[in-house]
């Protein structure tokens, strides 16, 4: 089938000069960095993590743009997380933010600083445990996919 063929042409290419924990932690850090709660700075952080551990320049990017919506989700979680740290008097509700839109531009940005603060301070403190088991489960499928390819 045409999808079947690509979609193994596609995985050779990610899986070029690289061993299996190398594409796992490939993986695992785009993921990661595509949940940060910075858009965009992801992209050039996942640049920086790929040349400094030798890691898949192009499986770090995919899976970095494949997180993309999920970080979107996971903004309000890591806010609440992060809101046990910096600016526990701030909480960020349905009401709230609806409320926030009748004042200035600068107070708006100052709230939504705060929240983007603590999305980013829950992130920090979750990514180390996100990126142990993001690893662990794609070197396991990596394993099956390889062990199952090199069986006749």
């Known amino acids: 089938m045409l999808s079947e063929r690509i979609g193994a042409r596609l995985y050779a290419l990610l899986q070029q000069n690289i061993s299996p924990p190398a594409f796992a932690l490939s993986i695992s850090a785009g993921i990661v960095m595509g949940l940060l709660p910075i858009p965009w700075i992801s992209v050039l952080l996942c640049i920086i993590i790929a040349f400094l551990f030798r890691l898949n320049q192009i499986a770090i990017q995919l899976a970095n743009y494949a ?7 996971c903004l309000y979680p890591f ?38 603060a603590q999305a980013i301070v829950g992130w920090v403190l979750l990514a180390p445990a996100l990126l142990l088991i993001f690893y662990r489960l794609t070197l396991l499928l990596v394993r099956r996919r390889t062990l199952a390819a090199s069986t006749p």
Do not use: C
């Open 79 to 116: 806010s609440l997380l992060g809101r046990l740290f910096v600016w526990p008097d701030r909480e960020f509700t349905a009401d709230f933010l609806h409320n926030l839109l009748q004042y200035d531009a600068v107070y708006i940005m100052q709230h939504f600083g705060a929240f983007f």
């Open 67 to 73: 997180a993309y919506p999920v970080q979107l989700v």
